[in-house]
């Protein structure tokens, strides 16, 4: 494989830019996401970037990033939207964004460094939130340490050996000549006009924060990232299986024409993980929770309410 050549792809379907676009305004109270101060923790040798978003005081929702983002790769009207209600922690893994490091090539090891930043901020039970790349770390940690987690929420997921997934070296080629924006159009939402107008908004969004910007990610750690997301591609027989293990309540949010990682993943997934509900958003593609983040704050909320 030819990484530098896979990485050049990633940096044009990474939605960590500067571009001049004019911010969307959300309808949350409180914009937390763009004011929140960056902190940092140390453990095992490396010092761990985060913000705290909200006031709550309530079991902490973590929120894991996908493939080649960093902290202010989340759309806010998610997390200030989530933050209203909920104490809501984001933060960079290891090597990733501005925390130190080197990146793992493994979804194993990614999950070994989330879970000793948790336990470093002095948790011992949290609720968990990931998105595509970030739901796979999350599945591992339930495996490894699931007295860790309360509850799970699991966005553009699929188990190991997701059935699509390893085709995403094509995908990400497709984007190559693409702008930031379009890539991000191209490989989180559909082609129709409703899909495209909302990615829109969310791309506006993202780019809200203007002072302390997160740091984007490094060629070494954007190779990693990709290095394990293809590792967790690769065909794994007992993966449901492992599944059925899990116990914590489990919301799955799925695009009905999510590409990088195709609906039947999370439908298996929902068969198999014991106490899942599976919620499948129509004409959203891979990045459904930034297409509908109203809808999607609204049942995540609900959900960790219960």
Not at 72 to 80: E, F, H
Not at 291 to 303: C, G, H, T, Y
Request: proline share 5%; with cysteine; aromatic share 6%.
């Amino acid at each position: 494989m030819k990484h530098i050549a896979l990485l050049a792809m990633l940096a044009a379907a990474t939605i960590s830019c500067k571009d001049d676009v004019t911010p969307a305004q959300t309808e949350t109270t409180v914009e937390y996401h763009q004011t929140a101060a960056t902190q940092f923790i140390e453990t095992g040798g490396s010092k761990y970037a985060y913000r705290v978003l909200g006031t709550q005081s309530d079991i902490p929702l973590i929120l894991l990033s996908s493939l080649g983002s960093s902290m202010d790769d989340w759309d806010p009207a998610i997390t200030n939207g989530l933050a209203q209600k909920h104490k809501v922690i984001i933060f960079d893994n290891k090597g990733v964004g501005s925390s130190t490091g080197k990146t793992p090539n493994n979804i194993a090891d990614m999950a070994k460094d989330a879970v000793s930043f948790i336990k470093a901020l002095g948790y011992n039970k949290v609720n968990l939130a990931g998105f595509s790349m970030g739901s796979f770390v999350i599945q591992q940690i339930a495996l490894t340490e699931p007295t860790l987690i309360n509850k799970i929420i699991l966005t553009g997921t699929g188990p190991k050996g997701s059935e699509g997934l390893i085709n995403l070296p094509n995908l990400l080629a497709a984007t190559v000549n693409l702008s930031a924006e379009d890539a991000f159009l191209y490989f989180g939402f559909t082609k129709s006009t409703e899909s495209k107008n909302a990615g829109k908004l969310s791309y506006q969004r993202i780019q809200k924060r203007n002072i302390n910007r997160d740091l984007p990610l490094s060629s070494e750690s954007g190779t990693a990232q990709l290095g394990a997301v293809l590792a967790w591609a690769q065909p794994y027989p007992n993966a449901l299986n492992e599944l059925k293990t899990i116990t914590q309540p489990t919301l799955i949010v799925q695009g009905e024409n999510d590409i990088p990682v195709p609906q039947v993943n999370a439908v298996n997934m929902s068969k198999n993980i014991p106490k899942a509900n599976l919620v499948i958003y129509p004409d959203a593609g891979h990045a459904a929770i930034f297409q509908k983040p109203d809808l999607f704050v609204q049942q995540a909320s609900e959900f960790l309410d219960k």
